[in-house]
């Protein structure tokens, strides 16, 4: 089993910064790629980043590149989410996932673990 759990979420302006965090315990060998989605009211969750743990490729997806940067800290077993240039329509709650497969995968059903959430809301 492995815990995630995310902070850092909050209510911020349009253009204005948030850095979200996520902590892994427990079976902290056991997965190959952290990624962040976000889930809005009535939409269907959706891939937002992704870190490969091992050799740091990275993907986004189109709607926050150049905006948002993955990060991680292999000795804290934590990734962190830093989101700049915030828009209205980024206001979601946002999950952390863990997958034990390698490669910063963007596919949903790929990842095995995943934490509570943590709001963002974004006003105009």
């Known amino acids: 089993q492995v815990q995630l759990v995310e902070s850092g979420g909050g209510l911020v302006q349009a253009g204005g910064s948030l850095r979200l965090s996520c902590a892994a315990s427990?079976?902290?060998?056991?997965?190959?790629?952290m990624g962040w989605f976000r889930q809005a009211p009535g939409k269907q969750r959706e891939f937002v980043a992704a870190?490969?743990?091992?050799?740091?490729?990275?993907a986004y997806a189109d709607s926050v590149k150049g905006r948002f940067a993955i990060s991680k800290e292999n000795a804290k077993n934590t990734a962190s989410l830093q989101m700049n240039s915030l828009k209205p329509e980024d206001t979601s709650v946002y999950y952390c996932?863990?997958?034990?497969?390698?490669?910063?995968?963007?596919?949903?059903?790929?990842?095995?673990?995943w934490g509570q959430g943590t709001q963002v809301t974004v006003s105009s």
């Open positions: 427990g079976r902290t060998f056991s997965w190959s790629t």
């Open positions: 996932a863990t997958s034990g497969i390698m490669g910063a995968v963007v596919e949903i059903w790929k990842y095995d673990y």
């Open positions: 870190i490969s743990w091992s050799d740091d490729i990275t």
